[in-house]
């Protein structure tokens, strides 16, 4: 970032959570989830706090 | 630095979405349409404020109409925080590109209880018992427990719904659903070969009031298990001022001892070390590795494993970070304290108010600072920054009817445990239907389709917010208007969680004023 000067003490600015991507997927990034989202659900209703882990099934 | 970004005419800004809060003494920025998170100087602070005051929302290209003739400098890192993609306007899927439902049913409820040992006066499902005695049309009550069979039927619903190559997870429910010991442990054994002669992964999870539970359960739980949920509501009087049994008498000390063997099984079966292999922390990633860990001091481990203990809030313990702190103090170190919810003509006197939110606000702040002190982990305030949800979760946070649902001791399919017995709202017995099938209504029901949701800050944190309350608070009309008070309550635990984040995380990016 070109015009960022040396961090200070006191910083402007400090970006702690990067932007999402501005493309929406359209699905294909669900297909590895193992999300559950009922527990999530219970006990909140929170998308932050819904799962994505986007891992592959273990088979056995 | 004055209006450069957007001055090619390609770059529009929105400040739209942009929201200003301070949290745990910080002054902190909050990207709606992004998701970014911004630390702020006072001083800076102070000058996004009046940046943004006479706006209120809309978008501007650079420096042009700006308070008429854009006599307003821009704040400190404006041009900065764009080139770092802040400030887009927010887009939303056509319902042609909709992500809900491509991935068909991944979990499933069951509720394998229609029954109760306690009678919760705030309980959602009538004490347990989801109006079973009083639907129409009934000549006689329906089964209070679900049969072993229609749990087998079920599953194989689950399995057969599912992507190749998949890892489901089925949610034992009520009513309590140790009432139905034989069917949960019948359940089990069935999903685990069933699930591997498919070349799937299944998980269980069980949400119990920890009354029934003995050694033996507890350790069947241990080691079969991947998460439980117990729900105590913090202190004695806490707890026992609603969480009655069917007598009337108190429960707390029952629901303790649960607990407490819980505990011990999973301390004996060595679960509690594999804490952060669990199917709730595997779950959140981007959590585990910014909150948990970051916060969590290293000189006091998890114990609790698998354990979540579920408490609720409600008008008559709004410090409820007390009842935090003294679940805390039992050992007991994975929290959740959810708001109690009513319908829009409830007179209850424990319903909440929004003239109880700054006490709420306060409750939040308490625990935010016993999160970031590395004290526990509170449910709520794990983020997932590191990775965000997917785009159907930011769309839609309420899965119910798009990749969960729930089943009844019927065997009735319906969009999630709420919904279960709702009139209109069954999809059909799990041992007819030929498969899943998203409801239109709920597949409509996105971020976008929300006029409220499309004006609010929070919309890719909240996804419009649960589908049950929405039609429960429209008087059984429709879905697209959320509960107000629901949603003020989440955007204070939402300020909350992210000022969590902004303290155990390090800065991206840093940058003095220009």
Redesign the interface.
């Known amino acids: 970032?070109s015009?960022?000067?040396?961090?200070?003490s006191?910083?402007?600015?400090?970006?702690?959570?990067?932007?999402?991507a501005?493309e929406?997927?359209?699905?294909?990034?669900?297909?590895?989830?193992?999300?559950?989202?009922?527990?999530a659900?219970?006990?909140?209703?929170?998308?932050?706090?819904?799962?994505?882990?986007?891992?592959?099934?273990?088979?056995? | 630095m004055s209006g450069r970004a957007g001055r090619d005419g390609v770059a529009r800004l929105s400040y739209q979405l942009v929201h200003l809060f301070r949290s745990q003494d910080q002054c902190l920025l909050y990207d709606g349409a992004t998701g970014a998170l911004v630390r702020l100087g006072e001083g800076p602070f102070r000058q996004w404020k009046q940046f943004l005051a006479p706006r209120n929302q809309g978008t501007d290209t650079g420096g042009q109409g700006r308070g008429g003739s854009g006599e307003l400098q821009d704040p400190p890192g404006l041009a900065q925080l764009h080139q770092l993609g802040l400030f887009r306007a927010p887009q939303y899927p056509t319902a042609s590109d909709s992500p809900l439902g491509a991935a068909g049913l991944h979990s499933l409820c069951l509720n394998v209880a229609h029954a109760c040992d306690l009678a919760c006066a705030y309980c959602f499902a009538g004490a347990g018992e989801y109006g079973r005695e009083g639907e129409p049309g009934n000549a006689s009550p329906t089964p209070a427990i679900m049969p072993l069979e229609t749990a087998q039927a079920a599953l194989d619903f689950l399995l057969g719904n599912s992507p190749p190559g998949r890892t489901v997870s089925v949610d034992f429910f009520g009513g309590e659903p140790l009432l139905a010991w034989d069917t949960v442990v019948g359940t089990v054994d069935y999903g685990r070969e069933r699930a591997a002669a498919l070349g799937k992964q299944i998980l269980f999870t069980l949400t119990t009031n920890g009354c029934a539970l003995d050694d033996h359960r507890a350790h069947f739980c241990a080691a079969n298990i991947s998460t439980v949920i117990v729900s105590i509501d913090g202190r004695p009087e806490t707890h026992d001022r609603l969480r009655r049994d069917r007598s009337g008498g108190p429960s707390y000390a029952r629901a303790l001892r649960g607990a407490r063997l819980l505990q011990e099984a999973l301390r004996q079966t060595g679960a509690h070390a594999a804490a952060a292999t669990d199917k709730y922390s595997s779950s959140l990633p981007g959590a585990v590795a910014s909150v948990s860990q970051a916060a969590l001091r290293p000189d006091r481990p998890l114990e609790s494993g698998p354990l979540w203990i579920r408490g609720t809030y409600t008008a008559h313990n709004l410090d409820f970070w007390r009842d935090v702190q003294h679940l805390r103090e039992l050992g007991m170190d994975q929290i959740s304290m959810e708001p109690v919810t009513t319908g829009p003509d409830d007179k209850a006197l424990y319903r909440l108010l929004p003239s109880h939110l700054p006490a709420i606000r306060d409750s939040y702040a308490r625990i935010a600072e016993m999160v970031t002190e590395g004290r526990l982990r509170f449910f709520h305030y794990e983020l997932n920054t590191k990775q965000p949800a997917c785009a159907p979760k930011r769309y839609s946070g309420c899965a119910a009817g798009a990749g969960y649902g729930c089943v009844d001791p019927q065997g009735r399919l319906f969009p999630c445990h709420q919904f279960d017995g709702q009139p209109g709202w069954c999809q059909g017995g799990v041992a007819e239907l030929e498969g899943y099938v998203l409801l239109p209504a709920l597949a409509g029901a996105t971020v976008g389709a929300k006029q409220t949701c499309r004006d609010c800050w929070a919309q890719l944190l909240c996804g419009g917010g649960c589908h049950y309350s929405a039609w429960r608070h429209s008087g059984h009309g429709g879905l697209l208007e959320p509960d107000p008070l629901a949603c003020l309550i989440g955007k204070a635990r939402l300020e909350a969680a992210l000022g969590v984040q902004a303290r155990v995380t390090g800065s991206a990016v840093a940058a003095d004023q220009t």
Do not use: H, W, Y
């Open positions: 970032m015009e960022a000067k040396p961090k200070s006191s910083p402007a600015f400090e970006l702690i959570i990067r932007p999402v501005a929406i997927p359209a699905g294909a990034d669900c297909s590895a989830c193992s999300a559950s989202c009922q527990s659900c219970k006990t909140s209703c929170t998308v932050g706090n819904q799962p994505c882990p986007a891992e592959p099934a273990e088979t056995e």
